[in-house]
């Protein structure tokens, strides 16, 4: 499907199959996905408050819908259960189909890619050990939507995550950017293969290669970084002031396993010192990239890989709360985690002089204002 292409939301998700056994149910599929959907963005924030709001909402749903609700609205029991049995390989694609479609262009110049921890969703295994689900997604940064999505039940299993979730997705022309448990060799090698570009961020977790960069970056201080790309960025506000020093390391055959990372072209360090009520701290970073670029673009790069935690992550704990969410069984929290991440990305479009808490609220209050912002659920 060509970027661009207007679909309704029934028309994205119309492959997606109703995993209940006993197809002769008492609520079409499509209307109980429909309601989860409307009911997270006018913020309900588990099954039994989305369950209220379709109470609440009968007439609008079936008049603006379409929905049949012959037989009432689905308990929250039957949304809980058919949420946990719904494949999210399915539900995937289709949310893939349907994120293309509403945004007019998929500008991928850059797309971080980071995981979260459900912490309501954490439980005790039949081994008895403590595990939370993990969910690693990618982020449009341009676009400010998450691209996909794929569950890992540890922490340590992003590494095994972060390629699936590459597989899902174009990064041609792309700058992959992604934190220390993804600066690995073979997803180094993945991320070129499928013609885009990394910035990873090198630490404790690959000795050898940081142990080489320290010696690069205190090389280039001892010369005073003659001859390398700079660039100096200075922020104050909120009592609070930044400085932030990048520069770009291109000479780089002293590294000894250089060969093993694909297409390595480029080492950035930034050093950033903040002064927060006078108190002082300072800290550097260093990354790898098989991309050429000057200190500013890599700086601004850096910057923009934290867009998923501030737009992403932290609006979900913040708007959606969903770390008190305790769904645990089946597929529920990561086709859940979906969900949240459709609401945010049509809040987000949505004008409005109040952030996604409150459209939350006015999307529940006005009528009209929900209508904005399910827009592109409609043919007309």
């Not at 399915?90 to 921890?117: H, N, R, V």
């Not at 480029?266 to 009520?277: A, Y």
């Not at 670029?293 to 737009?311: D, M, S, V, Y």
Request: aromatic letters at 8%; a positive charge; glycine letters at 6%.
């Amino acid at each position: 499907m060509a970027s661009g292409t207007r679909m309704s939301f029934t028309d994205c998700f119309s492959e997606l199959r109703d995993p209940r056994v006993n197809l002769k149910c008492e609520h079409r599929f499509m209307d109980i996905v429909l309601i989860v959907v409307c009911g997270t963005i006018a913020g309900a924030d588990d099954f039994v408050s989305i369950a209220q709001f379709a109470k609440a909402k009968q007439a609008w749903l079936r008049d603006r819908l379409g929905l049949k609700l012959d037989n009432g609205i689905p308990s929250h029991d039957t949304l809980t259960r058919v949420f946990a049995l719904i494949s999210p390989t399915q539900f995937q694609e289709c949310f893939l189909k349907w994120i293309e479609s509403m945004s007019d262009t998929l500008k991928l110049k850059q797309i971080p890619i980071d995981g979260k921890a459900m912490r309501g969703s954490k439980r005790k295994g039949a081994d008895g050990v403590y595990r939370t689900v993990q969910i690693v997604s990618a982020w449009a940064s341009a676009n400010g939507v998450t691209l996909a999505q794929v569950r890992a039940e540890e922490k340590s299993n992003e590494i095994t995550a972060i390629p699936e979730l590459l597989n899902l997705l174009d990064i041609s022309g792309a700058l992959v950017s992604i934190d220390a448990a993804g600066c690995q060799k073979e997803i180094a090698a993945q991320i070129v293969a499928k013609k885009g570009d990394y910035l990873l961020a090198a630490k404790d977790n690959q000795p050898r290669l940081c142990e080489d960069i320290v010696r690069l970056a205190t090389e280039a201080l001892e010369n005073d970084y003659a001859g390398l790309s700079q660039h100096t960025v200075e922020e104050k506000g909120h009592g609070r002031q930044e400085m932030r020093f990048c520069f770009v390391l291109t000479e780089l055959d002293s590294i000894r396993d250089r060969e093993l990372w694909a297409k390595l072209k480029s080492v950035v360090c930034v050093v950033s010192c903040r002064t927060v009520n006078g108190k002082e701290s300072h800290e550097t970073r260093y990354y790898i990239s098989s991309r050429k670029a000057g200190a500013k673009a890599f700086l601004n790069a850096t910057r923009a890989h934290w867009g998923i935690e501030n737009q992403c992550h932290w609006v979900l704990d913040v708007a959606f709360r969903e770390d008190d969410h305790r769904l645990r069984e089946g597929h529920g929290p990561e086709n859940m985690s979906l969900v949240r991440k459709m609401a945010l990305a049509m809040l987000k479009k949505a004008k409005a002089k109040c952030g996604i808490k409150n459209k939350r609220l006015t999307a529940a209050w006005d009528e009209s204002f929900l209508d904005y912002v399910l827009r592109d659920f409609f043919d007309d």
